[in-house]
């Protein structure tokens, strides 16, 4: 079985955009901030597919922002127990709901359950509930908006911090210039568990919502990681969000693509920039808008920088090779 | 059936499994930790065969398992997990979560002492320091006591003026392992004692755009927490007329303590869970040498009964606590600081010895027990009104 992308088109977005915001206005996300785009556009697509939906949403920005007691930005059920346990609070509402269907309690239909959870709640404390869930079966789709490191407690280095990146425990000194390791190869982990697995940018919204219905009607879990970009902890003008993420993805710092057990597949941007490799742009195009790279272009750090191009190309060149274009 | 006594030979673990059945809960979540894994093998079997329909979600640990519970609860479903030692610490974060969010989730808990040295045997230490997060709290001295208070924890938890999650603890091996008689429920007498329909509140499920786990500030925080304490304060009156009721239905006396030769009692011993079996035979011993002495259990822990423990040791001269959990700097055992502070300021109270004993499945025979006994007598003979000795180890 493989996975089939639905055709998203702009007359699409036009006609689901009538529905109603889910994720609706109020929330206290910071302006520029990318998680509210990746909120409307993934809670939109789950409403275009018609059937009805829940969320679970792990602490973070997103979490924090958008339900500051007694409002709630939500026009859906959702929920929020605790900062590493967002798939496993999805599994036991799931499993219940089932129960509670088999025994005449509940109303028998099928129920789209999305999970979210930031990179700090997805990469490192998380992980071992979504590893776990997954591995269970549940029938679910998380999404990991990342946007690098924990900005919501205020800018810490996280598995999912990008090499080179400055952050509050991750500073750039004068022996070690930011964060030291490459980010955990997280949605490669996430496909070895055999199930659909996608990339993402709020800056595509027909690519990103066609990613999400494709995930949602896959019968079991998936996963999909979102680059989020974030003004605050990567340090740029809050107007310049989604030509970040857009750079993210023309760099091929971030691709987007989708995954199922043997099929690898480059979608929008990153496939035509496997067909047409002379566009691909430098990675410093990606570091130098970014505050939290800056340290980086000082002339001591130049090796650094040529080592970060280098990973990006053998990465990128490496999901190549694998993968076809659509 | 109803009404005909059934007895079935049964371990503490294999009853609690067998009083889950009858329930027949929507989701059990839980994850395999010594003493526990007796309890989740037979439901494993329960669900395989087909004998209940609860959905089983074997989790990859204890934060999962109490996780999934809270999930499941929200969406209004019936629900139960249980653990023990470690995984009871691991779960610690999300039972403030789950009484926080008034899940009415039940758990058992194999009374198992914490590592390190890690340590696999009886002691109530784990259950005891989870006092303040907000559950109801239960010792169980039997296999019976276990099957009993498996199915009064979900009448409790459940009831509209608690709407907390109950703990109840059988310590570790001493309970757990051990082949006990045990009289046990027909199916339908537990649906008359249960209800049949599910709680009714404000659920996580499709038809309904709610908020649950909202970003609290100072503003309405402590409110919500106030509620908290008065629906532990209703518990307490919900857990006296489940067990009234219960007693009614099963043809066992079942209080929220337990008073054993104490009325005309000078002196009295104070314990839970399977200590409780130990002192009430040392009374025996002691009466049988003239002694006037008795013995009081303690079953509900939380709400602790403050009042029921002040009436019955009101009288007696000295009380020695026999408490079967461990802590360091403390004024006194953990079951003595409650004793001392329900008894604060009253006139005509006992002297209180508590005695750290028995952790990580240590023995307190009944000859230790004896000279016990007789400290406690020795320091209210002394006018001492407060003790706490550690006792029953290698000096």
């Given amino acids: 079985m493989s996975i089939v992308l639905p055709k998203v088109s702009v007359k699409d977005l036009q006609e689901w955009s009538k529905l109603g915001e889910v994720f609706t206005s109020g929330h206290r996300l910071c302006a520029g901030c990318g998680a509210g785009a990746m909120a409307r556009q993934v809670t939109l697509a789950a409403k275009a597919l018609g059937d009805p939906y829940m969320f679970v949403n792990a602490t973070g920005c997103l979490e924090v922002a958008s339900t500051v007691y007694p409002y709630t930005a939500w026009d859906a059920p959702w929920l929020h127990n605790a900062f590493e346990n967002a798939a496993a609070t999805a599994s036991g509402a799931i499993e219940a709901m089932k129960s509670m269907q088999r025994k005449g309690l509940m109303k028998e239909r099928n129920v789209n359950m999305i999970v979210f959870g930031g990179d700090g709640g997805t990469y490192d404390i998380g992980l071992q509930s979504l590893s776990g869930a997954v591995e269970r079966g549940h029938d679910f789709l998380y999404v990991c908006y990342s946007n690098g490191a924990y900005m919501n407690t205020g800018i810490q280095r996280s598995g999912g911090t990008p090499q080179g990146a400055a952050t509050t425990t991750s500073p750039p000194g004068t022996v070690i210039p930011g964060k030291i390791e490459w980010q955990k190869p997280l949605a490669e982990i996430m496909a070895a568990h055999d199930i659909p697995t996608f990339t993402a940018s709020p800056a595509y919204p027909r690519d990103l919502m066609a990613k999400v219905q494709a995930g949602l009607k896959h019968d079991g879990p998936a996963f999909m990681l979102v680059d989020s970009p974030c003004n605050l902890g990567q340090r740029y003008a809050p107007d310049i969000s989604m030509e970040i993420a857009k750079l993210a993805v023309k760099t091929c710092f971030f691709p987007l693509f989708y995954t199922y057990k043997e099929e690898w597949t480059l979608t929008g941007i990153s496939s035509r920039l496997a067909k047409n490799p002379d566009r691909k742009l430098p990675i410093e195009d990606y570091l130098k808008p970014q505050g939290r790279f800056r340290h980086l272009f000082k002339p001591e750090w130049k090796k650094k920088l040529i080592d970060i191009q280098d990973t990006v190309d053998e990465k990128w060149e490496r999901l190549v090779k694998k993968a076809t274009c659509v | ?395």
């Avoid at chain 2, 498996?150 to 310590?171: N, Q, R, Y």
């Avoid at chain 2, 079953?299 to 959990?325: C, E, H, N, V």
Wanted: glycine residues 8%; negative net charge; proline residues 4%.
């Fill in chain 2, 1 to 395: 059936m109803s009404g005909v006594r059934q007895v079935v030979g049964m371990t503490g673990d294999e009853a609690v499994a067998h009083a889950v059945k009858l329930v027949n809960p929507d989701v059990v979540a839980a994850y395999p930790i010594t003493p526990q894994t007796i309890i989740v093998e037979r439901y494993s079997d329960f669900v395989n065969n087909g004998e209940v329909d609860t959905s089983f979600i074997s989790v990859e640990s204890e934060h999962s398992a109490m996780s999934a519970c809270v999930g499941a609860s929200l969406t209004g479903a019936r629900v139960f997990t249980a653990t023990a030692s470690a995984g009871l610490a691991l779960m610690y974060e999300i039972l403030y979560v789950a009484s926080g969010m008034r899940c009415p989730i039940v758990l058992a808990v194999a009374n198992r002492a914490f590592s390190a040295p890690i340590n696999i045997h009886g002691e109530c230490t784990d259950q005891l320091v989870c006092r303040d997060a907000s559950w109801v709290s239960l010792f169980g001295e039997s296999a019976q006591e276990a099957y009993d208070e498996t199915i009064l924890s979900f009448k409790i938890a459940e009831h509209p003026d608690v709407m907390l999650p109950a703990m109840f603890g059988i310590e570790g091996f001493i309970v757990t392992h051990a082949l006990e008689r045990v009289e046990t429920l027909s199916k339908q007498q537990v649906e008359d004692f249960i209800p049949a329909s599910r709680i009714v509140r404000d659920r996580f499920c499709p038809d309904e755009n709610k908020t649950f786990g909202s970003l609290v500030l100072q503003d309405y925080y402590m409110e919500i927490k106030r509620q908290q304490e008065e629906a532990m304060q209703n518990a307490y009156k919900v857990t006296e007329d489940a067990m009234q009721e219960f007693s009614e239905m099963s043809g066992r006396k079942m209080e929220i303590i337990e008073k054993y030769q104490l009325e005309d009692a000078d002196y009295a011993f104070v314990s839970y869970g399977a200590t409780a079996g130990n002192a009430k035979a040392v009374v025996d011993r002691l009466r049988a040498k003239g002694e006037k002495v008795g013995a009081l259990k303690i079953r509900l822990f939380r709400p602790f009964p403050s009042m029921d423990i002040f009436q019955a040791l009101s009288g007696i001269k000295a009380a020695t606590i026999l408490d079967r959990s461990a802590t360091f700097g403390s004024p006194g055992t953990i079951v003595q600081t409650d004793i001392a502070s329900a008894l604060y300021g009253k006139e005509n109270v006992p002297s209180l010895h508590g005695y750290i004993n028995g952790l990580g499945g240590r023995v307190l025979t009944l000859p230790e027990i004896e000279e016990v006994y007789e400290m406690s007598k020795e320091y209210n003979n002394i006018g001492m009104t407060s003790t706490t000795d550690w006792v029953g180890y290698r000096k």
